[in-house]
């Protein structure tokens, strides 16, 4: 049984034990009304407390048994609130850490809560694409007020509860400790004449509500366009306010059901577990001892070094940032400063923090600085002869044990750890620009990296906020190595008879951030020139559109020169279709004698999106990546891959891989199929019927 049922004082202490967080569960929920009943026999029992065992009160429902025959057996979490709400003995949730989801929500159905300091509490059922359905788009606005409810139910949120002390949430807040005082609280009111108070039971009071409720279902509506949760939530709490708690609690329940069942719902669970998922890696035990990372260092304080310190800064850790000039290190220090400001203009950051951050730097142009980082992280020039230098210099000068780091974005890390005698300690960590803002951070593991080299830097990640993946050794890894097969098919669509102002705009309308085009433009074209003049040194025999390299030979690279393959008004960032441009495009198909065709939408997302999967079905083979969802969270949190939809293998998961490899197959017969050689465990998933995830 997840529940522990003990006695204290006459009163009952129900104590959720369900690790990690107290999830409710069949057996948590068992557990409740069991206790429940047993304290209402117990003529000794004159009240109780419910509470939670380590480090949650309740994570809320357990998200695992979703779409399972266990989500549906009694008791379920309704029964269990209304076994609480029935109870005739006081019943106190004390809360601690963490409440959210089901866990407020029975929390919420109590006669009393008395709540930590510091404890998170949200109704996030909205991230994962559903939205609370026991009863808290009923009663928090009941609790706490219309407005304030609706903000936590819409966003999904966590407020401190020290913030919500005077809410009307909370009958108490603990000083000392939660549950002595919890017990204490119950006993007193267990001297009160029932009945005892139920939120239900409460009005919610409003000077116009049902203004406030249409204009946040319009503002809701347009900010959540592709994802249906936000807006039932409003609607749910609509209902509630016109037409009384039972029918706004039938209402929630509805939707609830329909909302688990939506393919966003899914994709957006996917994307929870995949998060955590990613963290764990096959053969690396989960209580491998991590090294101490108290200072950090980088190398190189350009575009990426200057992001990649102000990671570090942010989360207090002490970075020496070293330059080869002078000049150069001033540049990157007025940099990072320049960025804190900007954030500091927008309210993000106050001016005392700024300087505390700031304080945190040691610039320096010496490597013996760096003898006491226990991090090193090299972000120099793109070029192996660069590294060379840097990472034999880091050799002599690191202290042992400190782990060695390159944020590569090409080259190959096990060269790169050859140039040390400590390849074990040599790991890659490729953050992507910018590194202060992004959230993907995909860790390359050597082949020589030690297993407690990636606890670490795993762990470190989740501190300084990044989802991290792991990702084998090959040329651009997870995420390059799957664009630059999607940007083929871009290309090669341009020259078959799209323009790149369609290409983007079927692929931005499919959900991504941003289209192929409009990214290039943004992050350079000069650097995927700069990848196919490697390519065909390399791999002479790879086919490649040419348009693009046409398009750079013209000095087009993008948004920093003013032109790429859009045009741009100077200290604008606005895309304008370029009438030059395309031009040109239908100039290279007449000179390839190549006949134009109208290609339609579903085509370009098709291929494209296709050939994102393609690849990442041969990165899974080669073990690249060690699960499909590490590809899914490389994609959504650092490609701008639409979040309802998961995740490019995951979607291929929802659109079927049968459906996938026919239409691969089919490319493969058409003009440019060559670039279609379909993965040979797609093609074998597709026959059996199987999904990546
Ligand atoms: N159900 C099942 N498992 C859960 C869970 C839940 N509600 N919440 C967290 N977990 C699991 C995680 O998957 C993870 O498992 P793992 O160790 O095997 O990877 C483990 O608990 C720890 O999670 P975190 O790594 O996220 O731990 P943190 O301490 O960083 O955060 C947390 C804890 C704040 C509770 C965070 O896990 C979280 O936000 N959880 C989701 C909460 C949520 O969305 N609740 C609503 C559920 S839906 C609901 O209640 C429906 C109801 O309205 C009917
Ligand atoms: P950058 O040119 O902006 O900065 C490089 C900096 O390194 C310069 O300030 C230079 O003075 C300094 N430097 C060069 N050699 C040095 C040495 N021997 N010792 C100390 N400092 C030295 O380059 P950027 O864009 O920051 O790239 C750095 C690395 O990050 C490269 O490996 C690149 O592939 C990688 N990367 C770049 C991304 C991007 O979008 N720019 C994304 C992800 C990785």
Same mark, same amino acid.
């Given at each position: 049984?997840?529940?522990?049922?003990?006695?204290?004082?006459?009163?009952?202490?129900?104590?959720?034990?369900?690790?990690?967080?107290?999830?409710?569960?069949?057996?948590?929920?068992?557990?409740?009304?069991?206790?429940?009943?047993?304290?209402?026999?117990?003529?000794?029992?004159?009240?109780?407390?419910?509470?939670?065992?380590?480090?949650?009160?309740?994570?809320?429902?357990?998200?695992?048994?979703? &779409?399972?025959?266990?989500?549906?057996?009694?008791?379920?979490?309704?029964?269990?609130?209304?076994?609480?709400?029935?109870?005739?003995?006081?019943?106190?949730?004390?809360?601690?850490?963490?409440?959210?989801?089901?866990?407020?929500? +029975? !929390?919420?159905?109590?006669?009393?809560?008395?709540?930590?300091?510091?404890?998170?509490? !949200?109704?996030?059922?909205?991230?994962?694409?559903?939205?609370?359905?026991?009863?808290?788009?009923?009663?928090?606005?009941?609790?706490?007020? #219309?407005?304030?409810?609706? &903000?936590?139910?819409?966003?999904?949120?966590?407020?401190?509860?020290?913030?919500?002390?005077?809410?009307?949430?909370?009958?108490?807040?603990?000083?000392?400790?939660?549950?002595?005082?919890? $017990?204490?609280?119950?006993?007193?009111? !267990?001297?009160?004449?029932?009945?005892?108070?139920?939120?239900?039971?409460?009005?919610?009071?409003?000077?116009?509500?049902?203004?406030?409720?249409?204009?946040?279902?319009?503002?809701?509506?347009?900010?959540?366009?592709?994802?249906?949760?936000?807006?039932?939530?409003?609607? =749910?709490?609509?209902?509630?306010?016109?037409?009384?708690?039972?029918?706004?609690?039938?209402?929630?329940?509805?939707?609830?059901?329909?909302?688990?069942?939506?393919?966003?719902?899914?994709?957006? /669970?996917?994307?929870?577990?995949?998060?955590?998922?990613?963290?764990?890696?096959? @053969?690396?035990?989960?209580?491998?001892?991590?090294?101490?990372?108290?200072?950090?260092?980088?190398?190189?304080?350009?575009?990426?070094?200057?992001?990649?310190?102000?990671?570090?800064? &942010?989360?207090?850790?002490?970075?020496?940032?070293?330059?080869?000039?002078?000049?150069?290190? @001033?540049?990157?220090?007025?940099?990072?400063?320049?960025?804190?400001?900007?954030?500091?203009?927008?309210?993000?950051?106050?001016?005392?923090?700024?300087?505390?951050?700031?304080?945190?730097?040691?610039?320096?142009?010496?490597?013996?600085?760096?003898?006491?980082?226990?991090?090193?992280?090299?972000?120099?020039?793109?070029?192996?002869?660069?590294?060379?230098?840097?990472?034999?210099?880091? @050799?002599?000068?690191?202290?042992?044990?400190?782990?060695?780091?390159?944020?590569?974005?090409?080259?190959?890390?096990?060269? %790169?750890?050859?140039?040390?005698?400590?390849?074990?300690?040599?790991?890659?960590?490729?953050?992507?620009?910018?590194?202060?803002?992004?959230?993907?951070?995909?860790?390359?593991?050597?082949? @020589?990296?030690?297993?407690?080299?990636?606890?670490?830097?795993?762990?470190?990640?989740?501190?300084?906020?990044?989802?991290?993946?792991?990702?084998?050794?090959?040329?651009?890894?997870?995420? &390059?190595?799957?664009?630059?097969?999607? %940007?083929?098919?871009?290309?090669?669509? #341009?020259?078959?008879?799209?323009?790149?102002?369609?290409?983007?705009? !079927?692929?931005?309308?499919?959900?991504?951030?941003?289209?192929?085009? /409009?990214?290039?433009?943004?992050?350079?074209?000069?650097?995927?020139?700069?990848?196919?003049?490697?390519?065909?040194?390399?791999?002479?025999? +790879?086919?490649?559109?040419?348009?693009?390299?046409?398009?750079?030979?013209? *000095?087009?690279?993008?948004?920093?020169?003013?032109?790429?393959?859009?045009?741009?008004?100077?200290?604008?960032?606005?895309?304008?279709?370029?009438?030059?441009?395309?031009?040109?495009?239908?100039?290279?198909?007449?000179?390839? *004698?190549?006949?134009?065709?109208?290609?339609?939408?579903?085509? $370009?997302?098709?291929? +494209?999106?296709?050939? #994102?999967?393609?690849?990442?079905?041969?990165?899974?083979?080669?073990?690249?990546?060690?699960? =499909?969802?590490?590809?899914?969270?490389?994609?959504?949190?650092?490609?701008?891959?639409? #979040?309802?939809?998961? *995740?490019?293998?995951?979607?291929?998961?929802?659109?079927?891989?049968?459906?996938?490899? /026919?239409?691969?197959?089919?490319?493969?017969?058409?003009?440019?199929?060559?670039?279609?050689?379909?993965?040979?465990?797609?093609?074998?998933?597709?026959?059996?019927?199987?999904?990546?995830?």
């Amino acid at each position: 049984m997840a529940v522990d049922y003990s006695i204290r004082d006459g009163v009952a202490v129900i104590t959720l034990n369900n690790p990690p967080v107290n999830g409710l569960g069949l057996s948590t929920r068992t557990g409740i009304v069991e206790g429940v009943a047993r304290a209402a026999q117990d003529p000794a029992i004159t009240a109780i407390v419910i509470t939670g065992a380590g480090k949650a009160f309740s994570g809320g429902a357990d998200i695992t048994e979703f &779409n399972t025959p266990a989500a549906l057996q009694e008791p379920s979490l309704d029964t269990v609130i209304k076994t609480v709400e029935q109870s005739t003995k006081p019943v106190v949730v004390a809360i601690h850490s963490v409440a959210m989801g089901g866990g407020l929500e +029975l !929390a919420l159905s109590a006669h009393y809560r008395i709540a930590a300091p510091g404890a998170q509490i !949200a109704l996030p059922e909205v991230k994962l694409g559903i939205l609370p359905g026991a009863g808290g788009t009923q009663r928090l606005p009941r609790a706490i007020g #219309l407005e304030a409810a609706l &903000n936590m139910i819409v966003s999904g949120a966590p407020v401190l509860s020290d913030k919500l002390a005077t809410s009307g949430l909370f009958d108490a807040m603990a000083k000392s400790d939660l549950l002595d005082e919890a $017990i204490a609280f119950a006993r007193k009111a !267990a001297d009160k004449p029932g009945p005892h108070p139920l939120v239900r039971d409460r009005k919610i009071e409003h000077p116009n509500a049902e203004g406030f409720l249409q204009f946040s279902r319009n503002t809701v509506a347009a900010m959540s366009k592709n994802y249906p949760a936000p807006v039932k939530c409003v609607d =749910a709490i609509a209902m509630g306010v016109k037409q009384g708690f039972d029918v706004g609690l039938a209402f929630e329940r509805a939707c609830f059901v329909e909302l688990v069942q939506t393919p966003e719902s899914h994709a957006l /669970r996917h994307a929870f577990f995949g998060e955590r998922a990613a963290s764990k890696i096959p @053969d690396v035990p989960s209580g491998t001892a991590v090294r101490e990372i108290a200072e950090v260092a980088v190398i190189g304080a350009g575009t990426m070094g200057g992001g990649i310190a102000m990671n570090f800064l &942010n989360a207090g850790i002490p970075v020496t940032l070293l330059e080869m000039k002078q000049d150069a290190l @001033d540049r990157g220090l007025a940099t990072i400063r320049k960025n804190y400001e900007v954030q500091l203009k927008k309210g993000k950051l106050t001016a005392e923090k700024l300087e505390a951050r700031m304080a945190l730097i040691r610039p320096t142009l010496s490597y013996d600085d760096l003898a006491k980082a226990d991090l090193i992280i090299e972000a120099v020039f793109e070029e192996l002869g660069v590294k060379e230098q840097v990472f034999k210099r880091l @050799d002599e000068v690191a202290k042992a044990g400190a782990i060695l780091a390159s944020n590569t974005s090409t080259l190959d890390l096990n060269k %790169i750890a050859a140039f040390t005698k400590r390849p074990q300690d040599v790991v890659g960590m490729h953050f992507f620009s910018p590194a202060n803002v992004m959230k993907l951070l995909e860790v390359v593991r050597g082949k @020589d990296t030690a297993k407690d080299v990636l606890a670490t830097v795993m762990q470190l990640a989740k501190k300084i906020r990044k989802t991290a993946v792991v990702s084998g050794v090959c040329d651009g890894f997870i995420g &390059n190595r799957m664009i630059e097969q999607y %940007i083929r098919q871009a290309l090669y669509m #341009l020259e078959e008879g799209a323009l790149p102002a369609q290409i983007d705009r !079927a692929i931005e309308k499919f959900g991504f951030a941003m289209g192929p085009f /409009r990214m290039s433009d943004l992050a350079g074209n000069d650097i995927g020139w700069a990848i196919r003049k490697r390519r065909y040194q390399e791999q002479p025999d +790879l086919k490649y559109s040419q348009i693009a390299d046409r398009l750079c030979e013209s *000095g087009r690279f993008g948004q920093k020169t003013g032109a790429g393959w859009y045009d741009y008004k100077p200290g604008e960032r606005a895309a304008l279709p370029s009438a030059l441009v395309d031009d040109m495009i239908l100039a290279y198909s007449n000179e390839a *004698g190549i006949t134009r065709r109208k290609i339609r939408d579903e085509e $370009i997302v098709e291929r +494209l999106v296709y050939a #994102l999967v393609n690849e990442g079905a041969k990165i899974l083979a080669e073990g690249i990546a060690s699960k =499909a969802s590490d590809i899914d969270m490389v994609y959504l949190t650092g490609y701008g891959f639409p #979040l309802w939809r998961g *995740g490019p293998m995951f979607y291929a998961d929802t659109v079927g891989l049968y459906n996938v490899a /026919r239409a691969i197959r089919g490319y493969a017969r058409e003009a440019n199929g060559d670039a279609w050689q379909i993965a040979p465990s797609l093609a074998a998933l597709a026959d059996e019927h199987g999904t990546f995830n």
